[in-house]
């Protein structure tokens, strides 16, 4: 009987080693963040450009001086150079100083967009070593195209021209038009209540209507990416205008007569709002819409429809305002809830983005031609809407009796707009207060 012969086969195996450590990399590393796109309003309102500059020295060595320097090409950046003493092995260092400055006649002679290359250069100064460089690109804009909510938001209040010579043609068109209502010609903003508001809103609509704008369309996606801006004169002397051109149209005259304006972002879309109220939102950019329909509920605020100026057959003040709610209302309910935000101009003054410089040289009175264009007809002039008038729209008078300062107080205290501070609470290391929820 055959006895089954096993065998047994040891096989070797190889113990893992582990893997040998990176070797430390031959040069330190720059972090750099800047602005993606630049141009003359951001030169004129001093925005900052470099919002984050760091070196870290991974390698094994150690520096007693390196310098960094900018550079750009084509010159938009102002050449600038900063000093680190002492680096060590594995040390992080970030530079408080981003103050970089831009070439501002550069920027107000771009006619057309371009990209200029920035690089950021590390040298050992003992040695004269180059350690490292950092280059990127950026968008360099025309003077007069906005950047679009990818870049800064409320850098559209710069091409809010108040003082554009075209601006006070329209103004004075709208005193005629309310000294032929029987109204007062003055414009004089927020003296009177709500109802002399509208009436010189309404005024200068029928003021730009007289105008017979046409209308051209925006470049795709300029909500995100900007677009080149019509500013008041080329509007009104080309006749032609986007969307965000009678936006910033209707901007500049509501601000020009001292009343508040505000532009409101949606997808693929700008229009105007203003206050009804000497208020504002707070904020110069909001995005709360909720809280801009309450507003709208509360006769605190109006919104209309811009490009209704360029229609055929021009339509009434109110229902341009019916037009801009019904905007409003449409992009909070649809599917992709189109709405952006608001930029509030009065809040962007405040925060100093102040109007671009005109520097387009107009005729004197005496060189125009004496024969002028047919104005288009006036839209029906209508009498303002009933407007509830809040007592705390006006400047408070001094409480006279502990009575009246109390219910002063209560009324501060149970006001739900941005003017509770209890409620808009600015972000500072001092008032901010930062939860960790694990």
Known sequence: MDLEHTEEVSIATETPQPDPAPAPPASPVLKVSLQDALNASLWENSVPVLLELALQNETDRSFSQIDLTVSSEPPVIRPRAWHLQQVEPGQFRTLKDLDLKLDGAFLSSQTEASRASVTFLATDKETGEELTRHTTDVRVLARNEWGGLSGIPDILAAFVLPNDPAIARILRSATEILKKEGLSPSLEGYQGNKERVWQQAQAIWCAVCQLDLAYINPPASFIDHGQRVRLPS???????????????????????????????????????????????????????????????????????????????????????????????????????????????????????????????????????????????????????????????????????????????????????????????????????????CP
């Open 234 to 436: 080329q509007s009104v002397e080309e006749r032609l205008a986007t969307c965000l051109d009678t936006t910033v149209l209707f901007a500049a005259c509501l601000e020009a007569v001292g009343i508040r304006p505000i532009i409101v972002l949606t997808q693929g879309h700008a229009f105007t709002g203003f206050w009804l109220a000497k208020l504002d939102a707070g904020v110069s950019v909001m995005q709360d819409l909720p809280a801009l329909r309450n507003r709208l509920k509360l006769q605190d605020l109006a919104v209309f429809e811009t490009t209704l100026v360029t229609a055929g057959r021009k339509p009434s003040f109110s229902v341009a305002c019916e037009k801009g709610e019904a905007n409003l209302r449409h992009a909070g309910e649809d599917e992709d809830n189109t709405f952006r935000e608001i930029i509030d101009i009065h809040r962007a003054r405040l925060r100093r983005i102040h109007p671009l410089s005109c520097t387009v040289p107009t005729a004197p009175a005496e060189d125009q031609p004496d024969t002028e264009e047919p104005e288009a007809a006036l839209p029906a002039f209508e009498a303002a809407p009933a407007l509830r008038e809040d007592p705390q729209d006006a400047e408070e008078d001094k409480p006279a009796t502990p009575a009246d300062r109390l219910q002063r107080w209560c009324n501060r205290l149970l006001d739900m707009s941005g003017r509770n501070r209890l409620l808009n609470l600015p972000r500072s290391d001092k008032q901010l207060i930062v939860i960790d």
